[in-house]
């Protein structure tokens, strides 16, 4: 709740004026440090925490599609047709519409 103080001043001149003055209150310098460094704090956590899972993160799907993609390679080499049937000139006749 902010203060408020009315006074009656008389100026150089003789004219009197009604001033009103409003002081809100704000925080301590030490409640401002306290609240920056209270951020601070949370935004370094959220760097410990964040930035490995990330990487870990990074790490494993990598790894995954480099696995995949080793994995395809080398089983489409042994799937019929491939590099390494062993094979040739295979043709297949589909019986089932007979």
């Known amino acids: 709740m902010p203060w408020v103080n009315e006074r ?3 100026d150089a001149a003789g004219r009197v004026r009604r001033v ?3 002081v809100s ?3 301590s310098v030490f409640a ?3 609240l920056a460094l209270l951020i601070g704090m949370a935004f ?5 925490l964040l930035v490995p899972a990330l990487l870990i993160g990074l790490i494993l799907i990598s790894a995954y599609l480099f696995v995949s993609r080793i994995r395809q390679m080398v089983m489409g080499t042994t799937e019929p047709g ?3 049937d062993g094979r040739r000139n295979v043709r297949v006749i589909d019986r089932s519409r007979d």
Do not use: D, E, I, Y
């Open 32 to 34: 401002r440090l306290g």
């Open 20 to 22: 009103t003055n409003v």
């Open 8 to 10: 009656v001043v008389v």
């Open 82 to 84: 491939g590099v390494l």
């Open 44 to 48: 370094l956590l959220t760097l410990v």
């Open 25 to 27: 209150r704000h925080p």
